[in-house]
């Protein structure tokens, strides 16, 4: 317990502080003038409240990650509750601050357009592609497991086949819509939702004195499976996920002041990491032990832990509220994964989205494809997930240490991150049956050799960069002479 609660209060301790030290060293412009207002366009450009883009942000970044994956990640012990403390304050919320606020600086940009400027222009497809497939198995992985949950909610009533049909439909329209219209209106209502069911599971937790094992390094799996990498590809959302760098640009688009920057992306990270600590310390102490959460994973998936958990710690009807919140998390993901995908072929191609109808070709394909993956095994669909999740953070992470280099500021609290979770994916695909199938020393070896090359890669670009003075912000006149 003590470990538990420990780290909850790091976790806002280091927004307070190490937030608070990012924000300083990027250097906020208060007056500078925001996308929201110089490309206002009503449907991905519309002004908001801190209030309403906080709450939206922390539904888009959440989705089951901060959930199923601490949950999957507690076979691993108490360890896990160390990655999301430290991964969440040093690497998740970094990377979600800088996305956000560098995409702020150049008119809302997404991630691959940012890779295109700072890290060249083959990166610029490389990761549009990568993006673009990320965001799809997000979206089907975010149709799947609520539908489970719906079914498992409601014993079976109505048919998986329904249930995944009518998802579908509130994501066409969520993502169609303009932003204010669904997201900004409804979002507000379902993050307070999701708050108080993790505070709700919170309180249990410490009231019944759940036995909440205290800090082992120690593997605790039951299959003994490797802590490096497994467990940071595992736990991505509730510590470090390249999913929130497809969604910040969203919140980018929406912010009225970068001096709301912190907030709502620093802090939601936080929050997230959390809601993941919470989940974990569930998983871990509900179930006697790892044996008994391995069983209960391998018979019923995450969702029955959710399930079980909820109904255990808060009773029938306050277990189903908090069911409901974790329902709402990766519903109010997968659409916005979707819109995510639109906006990012949008910019690709340089298509304007005032029109619904320009909106609708790009979406139409997405859903096609999205519902082709569906049929595809949930467990495999998550291994893909993780890998290309983490590969993103590590490339939104290289973007974030180049602009810093660029601008002659502290680069090394992007680039130490960077160079951690680029060594876990690299060892992953490396060692994975799902990638090359080498053995773990050789993974190990393979990805050390990768890295360093990376490293005196981004050395040799970065100074390139530098002494040629590549711009760190678009020119706002060229912005409204351009809308």
């Known amino acids: 317990m003590y470990t538990f609660l420990g780290g909850i209060i790091l976790l806002i301790v280091g927004y307070f502080t190490y937030g608070k030290f990012v924000e300083k060293m990027f250097g906020v412009k208060e007056d500078r003038t925001t996308p929201a207002y110089v490309n206002k366009d009503d449907v991905d450009y519309v002004p908001m409240s801190t209030k309403k883009n906080a709450l939206i942000q922390l539904l888009n970044i959440a989705g089951v990650g901060p959930i199923f994956g601490p949950i999957m990640g507690a076979l691993y012990g108490p ?32 991630l691959p357009e940012l890779a295109g400027k700072f890290l060249g222009k083959i990166m610029k497809h490389v990761v549009n592609v990568f993006a673009i497939l990320l965001l799809l198995l997000v979206g089907t992985v975010f149709v799947s497991s609520p539908a ?17 049909a009518v998802i579908f439909m ?14 900004g209106r409804f ?20 009231l019944t004195g759940a036995p909440i094992p205290e800090l082992t390094f120690k593997n605790m799996h039951p299959d003994n499976l490797p802590i490096f990498p497994l467990l940071f590809l595992t736990i991505s959302c509730g510590a470090l996920s390249g999913f ?12 009225q002041s970068e001096k709301q920057g912190r907030k709502i992306f620093y802090g939601m990270m936080i929050a997230e990491g959390v809601i993941a600590m919470i989940w974990a310390a569930a998983a871990m102490s509900l179930f006697n032990g790892y044996d008994g959460l391995n069983d209960m994973l391998a018979n019923g998936g995450p969702a029955a832990i959710v399930s079980e958990a909820s109904i255990l710690l808060l009773g029938s009807i306050g277990g189903t509220l908090a069911i409901i919140g974790v329902i709402i998390l990766p519903i109010t993901s997968g659409d916005t994964a979707f819109r995510s995908a639109r906006m990012i072929i949008a910019d690709y191609f340089n298509l ?23 049929k595809i095994d949930f467990t495999l669909l ?4 993780s890998w290309a999740n983490q590969s993103t953070a590590a490339i939104a992470l290289w973007v974030g240490a180049m602009y810093l280099f660029i601008a002659k500021k502290n680069y090394w609290i992007a680039m130490i991150p960077a160079i951690f979770i680029t060594m876990a994916t ?10 090359f199938g080498l053995s773990l020393n050789a993974a190990y070896i393979g990805a050390t050799i990768i890295t360093l090359l990376i490293i005196v890669l981004f050395f040799n670009a970065a100074k390139k960069n530098r002494a040629a003075n590549i711009p760190l912000e678009e020119d706002i006149s060229k912005w409204s002479d351009s809308k």
């Open 79 to 110: 360890v896990a509750f160390i990655w999301i403390v430290f991964g969440a304050i040093f690497a998740g919320a970094v990377h979600d601050y800088l996305t956000g606020m560098i995409s702020i600086r150049n008119r809302g940009a997404h």
């Open 148 to 164: 489970t949950l719906i079914y498992n909610l409601m014993d079976g009533w109505m048919a998986m086949g329904a249930i995944v």
């Open 170 to 183: 509130y994501y066409i329209l969520a993502t169609l819509l303009p932003i204010d219209k669904i997201i």
């Open 187 to 206: 979002y507000p209502i379902f993050g307070a939702l999701l708050i108080i069911s993790a505070v709700g599971v919170l309180v249990q937790l410490v």
């Open 244 to 255: 929130h760098a497809t969604q910040t640009p969203i919140i980018s688009r929406t912010t």
């Open 352 to 374: 304007a989205q005032k029109k619904m109808t320009s909106r609708l070709w790009i979406a139409l394909p997405l859903f096609v494809l999205s519902f082709a993956l569906t």
């Open 382 to 385: 998550w291994r893909y997930f």
């Open 426 to 435: 690299t060892t992953y695909i490396i060692n994975a049956p799902i990638g």
